[in-house]
């Protein structure tokens, strides 16, 4: 955001009287500027803004994040929601949010969070970033594993992975790869023994917990940075979330 221009935001949420007073009040700010309220249908192509707030409880609000966080976009999300469940908190990180408030958190913490993330922060409900950290450490972990078993794998048994995470039968991996069925049979017999479970179903499981690309490739999200320890993690108001710069 540059230096001494209002921090513009887009508002989008299901409950239109919502959106329509968060808008006001934050257009009584100096430093914001709402260039938009959009209901969820509406599409993102129109506008750009510093700040999304999103609720997260709309249909489609995590493929929404992604499309508007990831490149070549710069804009920073706020998920809001009437929860703060760590699963989903982490679920929202993972496609780029940079925040997750409460709509029973009072508009002063709202207004806090919001500059805070205009400037690069990450913001995270205080009673559960244990949780949430402890979730993305886990995923991380099972991540790093999915790395070392997929690394005994040739690129075509990945291949067959990624199929088998689709739901393909061993004929439709056969006829998607150019293979004979017994060749597919051969690459799970191999699959099976060098993952080291000893069903298909185990080792759909597998591929649908580590997602693989077509091309053989372990497809993984980034995660959150984590600080490097406790200190590393500010805590301001008791009311306030974690932020973590």
Known sequence: MASGRAITAVVIDEERTFAD??????????????????????????WHADVILLDVDL?????????????????????????SEPARIVAAIEV??????????????LLRVLRGVARGETWLPPTETGNVLSLLITQRNRRDDGNQMLARLTPR??????????????????ERLNLTPNTVRTHLQNILAKLGVHSTLEAVALARAWPIRLDG??????????????????????RQHHRMT
Do not use: F, Y
């Not at 499309?67 to 920073?76: C, F, I, M, Q, V």
């Not at 925040?99 to 029973?104: G, Q």
């Not at 048994?157 to 056969?174: H, T, Y």
């Open 21 to 46: 007073a968060l808008a006001i009040r934050l257009n009584a700010e100096e430093d914001l500027s709402v260039v938009a309220v959009a209901q969820p249908t509406a599409t993102t192509m129109g």
């Open 59 to 83: 249909t489609g609000s995590m493929r929404l994040c992604k499309a508007t966080s990831g490149p070549p976009h710069s804009t920073r999300v706020i998920m809001l929601s009437h929860t």
């Open 96 to 109: 780029g949010a940079r925040a997750w408030v409460r709509k029973d958190e009072s508009i002063e913490h």
């Open 157 to 174: 048994e990945r291949q067959v992975m990624s199929r088998l995470a689709e739901g393909d039968s061993r004929n439709q991996i056969a």
């Open 217 to 238: 490739h372990l497809c993984v999200s980034a995660p959150l940075k984590c600080p490097p320890d406790a200190s590393a993690v500010r805590m301001g108001h008791r």
